[in-house]
Every structure is written in C-alpha cells, then in structure tokens.
C-alpha cells in the first residue's frame, strides 16, 4: 500500500477514534444517569430499565469499536493494515474506505457473522416457528 494511503487511513482512524471517545464519555454518562437504583418513585422503572440496557448496549459497542481502531493502528504501525487476519488476502481499498477498522475482508466478514448469527437449522426453524 502506498505511503499516501497509509496516512489517509490513519487520519480516518484517528478522527473515528477521537469520535468514539467522545461518545463514550456521553455514553457512560447515561448509564449514571438513568441508574435504577438513584430513580425517583414517580419514574417508570421500566422505562429506565430500558434505557439502562440501551446505554450498557451502546457502551459496548463504541468499547468494542474502540478496540478495532485501536488494533487497526497497531496493524498500520506494523505494516500488516489492510490485510485481512483471516485468508491473508488484500482487503479491498472501497471496504478500507467504508470501515477503516475492519480485520476482515467482505467474505470472511460475512463467514463471521453468520458463525455468530448461527446457520439455522431446520429444526431451529421449527421452534422458532413455535414462539410466534
Ligand atoms: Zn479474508
């Protein structure tokens, strides 16, 4: 990759990086605020039920996004930025451009996330029919 590309790439990273730290400073907020236990009688413990879970799900996510910007920088000090960690193959530049963080290419991506969602099954199907 050329040494022009690099540096795009690290500005697109550092930029997310600094927008996701600050997200999560909001984000850890929230989840002070709409702490259960601090509640008012007259609040809808299921509302703030709610939106605690909300804030611990989006905590999660911007940590976990934070972790791939991170590794995505260390790949680029490395040299290994853009190739992906599964087949070794060049991650192509449009997918770089689109989510500069990713460890992946498309394929082993999708590979990825349909191990995660599970492939299901017939009879998975069948009980999912069931709780309809
Ligand atoms: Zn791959």
Aim: glycine fraction near 4%.
């Amino acid at each position: 990759m050329a040494k022009n590309e690099f540096a795009k790439y690290r500005a697109a990273l550092e930029a997310k990086l600094a927008e996701v730290e600050r997200e999560l400073g909001v984000a850890l907020r929230d989840r002070e605020n709409v702490s259960v236990q601090k509640a008012p009688d007259d609040v809808d413990l299921a509302q703030l039920t709610a939106e605690r879970e909300l804030a611990i799900t989006n905590l999660d996510r911007l940590t976990s996004l934070k972790r791939q910007i991170k590794a995505a920088l260390a790949r680029l000090e490395d040299g290994t930025y853009g190739v992906c960690l599964e087949c070794e193959e060049p991650i192509s530049p449009n997918r770089l451009n689109a989510v500069p963080w990713t460890a992946l290419c498309v394929r082993c991506q999708e590979a990825a996330d349909s191990r995660r969602a599970g492939e299901p099954e017939p009879l998975d199907l069948l009980l999912e029919q069931d709780h309809l």
